[in-house]
């Protein structure tokens, strides 16, 4: 069973938005933290967002802070990430994640240590 299920992606013009979904399956229950990574083709897979799960704490990637918003419904085990003023570059598979261990600031970006991944789901961005 997949720990976790992205859904939501799609394709939108530039300037546009769109919200992607993550929900957990069980295993992910009681994880310190929940991430957003993308992966574009043909580029290594990089942070986007986190966001702890008791405290709320956010997390962004540089280049998104502004257009994309993390946020948790803590009662559904869903994670969701609101991304506004889309540009070709946000183009990506963005995957879901959750990590166990403590991690703060840039000291959530490294995708090793997050334990449990979605499939990802598609987000495409036309100029």
């Known amino acids: 069973q997949v720990p976790l299920v992205e859904s939501g992606g799609g394709l939108v013009q530039a300037g546009g938005s769109l919200r992607i979904s993550c929900e957990s399956s069980g295993r992910a229950f009681g994880s310190y933290a929940w991430a957003w990574f993308r992966q574009a083709p043909g580029k290594e897979r990089e942070f986007v967002a986190a966001?702890?799960?008791?405290?709320?704490?956010?997390v962004y990637l540089d280049s998104v802070e502004g257009r994309f918003a993390i946020s948790r419904d803590s009662a559904n085990n869903q994670v969701y990430l609101q991304m506004n003023s889309l540009k070709p570059e946000d183009t990506a598979r963005y995957y879901c994640?959750?990590?166990?261990?403590?991690?703060?600031?840039?000291?959530?970006?490294?995708?090793?240590?997050?334990?449990?991944w979605g499939q990802g789901t598609l987000v495409t961005v036309s100029s």
């Open positions: 994640a959750s990590r166990q261990s403590y991690c703060s600031g840039s000291g959530c970006y490294d995708s090793r240590e997050y334990e449990d």
């Open positions: 966001v702890t799960w008791r405290a709320g704490k956010k």
